[in-house]
């Protein structure tokens, strides 16, 4: 997680080239928010009509990747926190950027907190603190939603669940939702996801030794372990926890019937093999690999490593188009 704290490390990149959250993810989320009781089916548009959210809280906003389309459907504040004053700098721009593009309430107030998730009930209450006329008391404990973003596997399990409980509004009124994506599978082409893990995890010449744990590990298991907690929590109820792997390989996340897939958030995108590794190049891995790497002779370039493997097996250029879909989960739970 450091590494999205360095200086040197590009938000923008991140937002580029990284995937983005579907907008059938978003009908869900709102849906179960609003306890519509159904799906939206509409893929390509919002859910229209949408009563809103007076608080959002984005734990480990990054760029705001997460937030930014629920930004419409707020209608008085956002907070959003992250502990890279990089991502911080970046959220700020890209929310005054959707703000004016789209013509968003102008009187939606948006607050930025530094510093670790973990610690997000010490620095709500320190903002207030120091600044009593923006920022009132009831700001813990009364936010109708609090969403984290590919974030979760940084956190502390039970202390991300009791910070939860406090910030959420009670009466099954305020609802936790939590997400990611981890390894992206080549639709049709084991030979590349042999490839990626090879470069990725398994070699230790590349990326492999340079994974901060056990976050990675956390995010390669969908989250299962603060899962399985949250559906034991008896602070929470109507938690849904949804599984997708287009590989098949994680019980229950392979799917084929429709119905299912709807309830799924399918993340897939058609993408060049040159976008392809601009986007591993936003690994927090990577970035370590070249801090590591700078300088030293003899040393095998890893994304020269990846491109030419995929050019000699598979015979493709930086401008060969495939298909890749991510593993991902996501969680929904009310605050009893």
């Known amino acids: 997680m450091t ?3 360095d200086p040197s490390y590009s938000a923008n990149n991140y937002l580029q080239f990284r995937p983005t959250y579907p907008t059938s993810f978003y009908n869900l989320l709102l849906d179960y928010h609003f306890q519509r009781g159904s799906y939206s089916k509409d893929e390509d548009q919002y859910v229209t009509n ?3 959210l007076d608080k959002l809280l984005d734990l480990g906003c990054g760029p705001g990747e997460g937030s930014i389309p629920l930004l419409p459907h707020v209608n008085k504040k956002i907070v959003a926190n992250d502990m890279s004053p990089v991502m ?11 703000v004016e593009t789209y013509a968003i309430n102008a009187d939606l107030k948006f607050s930025f907190l530094g510093g670790s998730a973990d610690n997000i009930l010490q620095l709500l209450e320190e903002q207030e603190r120091q600044d009593h006329e923006t920022h009132s008391t009831d700001d813990v404990g009364d936010f109708d939603m609090v969403i984290s973003a590919e974030t ?3 956190l502390k399990p039970t202390r991300f669940l009791d910070n939860i409980s406090k910030l959420l509004k009670g009466d099954q009124l305020g609802t936790l939702a939590y997400f990611g994506y981890v390894d992206p599978v080549f639709v049709g082409f084991p030979e590349a996801d042999a490839i990626y ?6 070699s230790g010449m590349y990326l492999g030794p340079y994974w901060q744990m056990p976050g990675r590990a956390r995010l390669r298991a969908l989250y299962r372990e603060l899962n399985d907690l949250l559906l034991k929590d008896d602070r929470f109820t109507d938690t849904i926890v949804e599984y997708y792997d287009p590989s098949g390989k994680i019980e229950d996340g392979c799917v084929t019937d429709k119905s299912e897939l709807a309830k799924k958030m399918v993340i897939e995108k058609e993408m060049t093999i040159g976008d392809f590794l601009n ?5 927090s891995a990577a970035l370590k690999w070249a801090q590591a790497n700078a300088g030293k002779g003899g040393v095998d370039d890893a994304f020269e490593v990846f491109e030419k493997k995929f050019a000699d097996k598979l015979g493709w250029t930086l401008d060969t188009k495939v298909k890749v879909s991510w593993k991902t989960v996501y969680a929904f739970a009310r605050k009893v």
């Open 197 to 202: 893990d090879e470069i990725v995890y398994e």
């Open 3 to 5: 590494s999205f704290s």
């Open 50 to 52: 949408t009563p809103k």
């Open 152 to 154: 979760v596997h940084w």
């Open 88 to 98: 911080l700098e970046n959220v700020q721009q890209n929310y005054k950027l959707t």
């Open 279 to 283: 986007y591993a190049k936003t690994f």
